[in-house]
């Protein structure tokens, strides 16, 4: 049983460029959330997918977009990248909540922009 | 403004003790508790969940939920230097629309052996 995997694994970018990060759920899940991991901190809510609509936004900028597909994987996109968006950026993958399902984690993209 | 908090640590205890983690949260209209286990370069791992008040054990693993105190916490039963990580407290804060996970700053566990 495939868990949830991203891609890619790391990505170098520069100031005023634009990333894509991919995620493909765990099988049977077809809810996809996006956090943010700043080093020596806690995950960030970004946004979670469902039904290929954004159904909950954290506190992030327009700058951070996002899409889910009709096979429930999903793309993160960020414009315009600042320094500050170097991270840790994780997906992770849930069935549809029903109340408290559990999130299972992808292993991560880290983004350096420089 | 939802907040999950946890010491930073490190906390350190030696092999074969028992680790006590603790977290607290701000929104009383949590419902589900959530302790993942993240290696250092890692990503996280959850290891537990709890959704009642009272104790669930899995393991070496016991959860503790006391609603009214607004307090979670994780105990770790016979340390091994491989239960060295971070460990971080997640809350689920459900709504209509969707169920956001809000996470503490994490606990740094160090076993010693």
């Known amino acids: 049983d495939a868990g949830v995997t991203q891609s890619p694994t790391h990505l170098i970018k520069t100031r005023g460029q634009q990333v894509t990060l991919r995620c493909s759920p765990k099988?049977?899940?077809?809810?996809v959330s996006w956090y943010q991991q700043a080093l020596g901190q806690g995950p960030q809510f970004i946004f979670q997918?469902?039904?290929?609509?954004?159904?909950q936004r954290g506190n992030f900028p327009d700058r951070f977009s996002g899409h889910q597909f009709p096979n429930y994987s999903s793309e993160l996109n960020v414009n315009a990248l600042l320094l500050g968006d170097s991270a840790l950026y994780l997906c992770?993958?849930?069935?549809?909540?029903?109340?408290?399902?559990?999130?299972?984690f992808g292993p991560g993209t880290r983004l350096t922009v420089l | 403004q939802k907040e999950v908090e946890q010491n930073s640590g490190p906390l350190s205890v030696p092999e074969g003790a028992i680790a006590s983690l603790n977290c607290t949260y701000s929104d009383r209209g949590s419902q589900s508790f959530f302790w993942y286990r993240q290696y250092s370069g890692k990503s996280p791992e959850l290891i537990m969940f709890?959704?009642?008040?009272g104790d669930k054990e899995d393991g070496r693993f016991t959860a503790q939920l006391n609603k009214a105190s607004q307090y979670v916490s994780l105990l770790i039963r016979d340390s091994q230097p491989s239960d060295s990580a971070t460990y971080l407290c997640a809350v689920n804060s459900e709504n209509n629309a969707g169920n956001m996970l809000t996470f503490g700053g994490g606990t740094r566990l160090m076993v010693k052996p």
């Open positions: 709890i959704y009642s008040n």
């Open positions: 997918y469902y039904e290929e609509e954004e159904r």
């Open positions: 992770a993958s849930s069935p549809d909540s029903g109340g408290g399902n559990e999130q299972f």
């Open positions: 099988s049977g899940h077809d809810t």
